[in-house]
C-alpha cells in the first residue's frame, strides 16, 4: 500500500466521523473525531481536510442541503480526485448508485428522520427537538416563539381552549403570544408552569425542574401538592420545582436566564455541583462528580463561554483545588472531578 493510498484512506475514515457528527451531533460522535485527530498529525490534517469539505457542502446553497444533495456532491468531490486512481473507484461508485436509485424505498429517509428537528407524535401533538451542539427557534402557530437549548425537546399540543406543552428533555425559553382565554401551560411530569402572555424558560434537570420568568407572571404548580400550593413567579424570580415540593422564589436576571443564547453560562452563587452539571451538556466528553463536598461555601458566580467550556472546567477545578482524572468508559471519554486525595 503506498504512502498516497494511505492518506486517501484515512480521510475517506475522517469524512466518515464528520459526516457521522453532523448528520447526527453526539459526544460519541466527537469523542471519535477527537481520538482520530490524536493519532497523528496527519490523522488531524485529515480531519481539517474533511471538516473544509463539509463546510463546502453548506455553502453551495444560501439554504442547507438536503442529505441527498450532499451525497451528491459528496461523489462529485471524490470523482474528481479518482481519475488517476481507479482502483478507489468502486465504494465511490456504490454510493452513487445508493443515491440514484434508492431514496424513493426509503434507505435515505433513515437519515432524514434523524435529521429532522420536527415531527408530528400524533394527530395532535408535534415534537421539535435539537441535538447536541445545537441551537434552534421556532415560531408556533398562535405566534409564540420556542428556543430550544442543545439536546432538547418538547411536544406541543394545541386545542381551542389550551396551549400545552410538554418539555421532555433539556431547556426552552418560550416568548408567549397573548390570549388570556387560552392559557398556555408547560409541564415537566407533573410540574406545571402556566402563563397567558409572557416571557420564561424551563429547564428539565431531570429530577427537578428550574423555571425563570424574564417578562410577565407564571403561576407553578405541582400535582402531588395541595391545589392552593402553587407560587406566581414575577420577572426576574424563578424556583427550583420538584415532584414532591416547591422550592422558595428566588431572584434571578434577564442575562443568566438567557445567556445559552448569546453562547454564555451566567451563575450567580450557584452550588458547584449545579455548575459542573451544567458544563457536562456542552462538552464532547462526560463529567462524573467523586466523592465531591457539597457545602454552603462551594458556590460559583462568574461568566464561561460554551465555546471555551474546556477552559471553564479547568477554572473551576483550580479555584476549588479539586482534581480531575481521564478515562474512557464505554467508547466516551469521562472525566472525575474530586477532591484532591
Known amino acids: 500500500m503506498t504512502e498516497e493510498t494511505i492518506i486517501n484512506k484515512l480521510y475517506d475514515e475522517a469524512f466518515e466521523l464528520v459526516f457521522a457528527w453532523h448528520d447526527m451531533p453526539s459526544k460519541q460522535a466527537k469523542y471519535q473525531i477527537n481520538q482520530f485527530k490524536s493519532l497523528s498529525t496527519v490523522h488531524q490534517a485529515a480531519i481539517e481536510k474533511a471538516e473544509e469539505e463539509w463546510l463546502l457542502l453548506g455553502q453551495i446553497e444560501p439554504k442547507a442541503l438536503s442529505l441527498t444533495e450532499k451525497a451528491h456532491l459528496f461523489v462529485d468531490l471524490k470523482t474528481a480526485s ?86 421532555i428533555k433539556g431547556e426552552a425559553i418560550f416568548t408567549v403570544a397573548k390570549n388570556p382565554d387560552r392559557p398556555f401551560i408547560v409541564d415537566v411530569d407533573n410540574i406545571h408552569a402556566k402563563a397567558v402572555g409572557t416571557e420564561f424558560s424551563v429547564h428539565n434537570k431531570g429530577h427537578y425542574a428550574d423555571i425563570a420568568v424574564t417578562e410577565g407572571i407564571v403561576e407553578v404548580s405541582v400535582d402531588s401538592l395541595a391545589k392552593n400550593d402553587s407560587v406566581l413567579l414575577k420577572k426576574n424570580q424563578r424556583v427550583i420545582a420538584h415532584s414532591y415540593q416547591l422550592g422558595r422564589v428566588q431572584a434571578s436576571s434577564i442575562n ?23 458544563f457536562n451538556r456542552y462538552t464532547a466528553y462526560n463529567i462524573v462528580m467523586n466523592n465531591f463536598p457539597n457545602t454552603a461555601q462551594d458556590v460559583v458566580t462568574g461568566t464561561f463561554f460554551i465555546d471555551d467550556i474546556d477552559d471553564a472546567l479547568l477554572s473551576v477545578i483550580q479555584m476549588f483545588g479539586l482534581q480531575s482524572t481521564r478515562f474512557n468508559k464505554k467508547g466516551i471519554e469521562t472525566v472525575s472531578v474530586g477532591p484532591q486525595v
Do not use: C
Open 82 to 167: 479518482l481519475i488517476d486512481q481507479p482502483q478507489q473507484a468502486l465504494p465511490v461508485m456504490m454510493v452513487l448508485l445508493l443515491v440514484l436509485f434508492l431514496p424513493e424505498i426509503g434507505l435515505l429517509n433513515l437519515y432524514s428522520e434523524h435529521d429532522s428537528s420536527i415531527e408530528m407524535a400524533n394527530s395532535s401533538s408535534t415534537i421539535y427537538r435539537t441535538h447536541y451542539g445545537e441551537q434552534a427557534e421556532y415560531t408556533l402557530d398562535d405566534g409564540t416563539v420556542l428556543s430550544l437549548n442543545w439536546d432538547s425537546e418538547v411536544a406541543v399540543s394545541y386545542t381551542e381552549k389550551l396551549r400545552h406543552i410538554s418539555l
Open 256 to 278: 443568566e436566564i438567557k445567556a445559552w443564547q448569546s453562547g454564555m453560562l451566567v451563575f450567580n452563587n450557584h452550588p458547584l455541583s449545579e455548575v459542573l452539571a451544567e
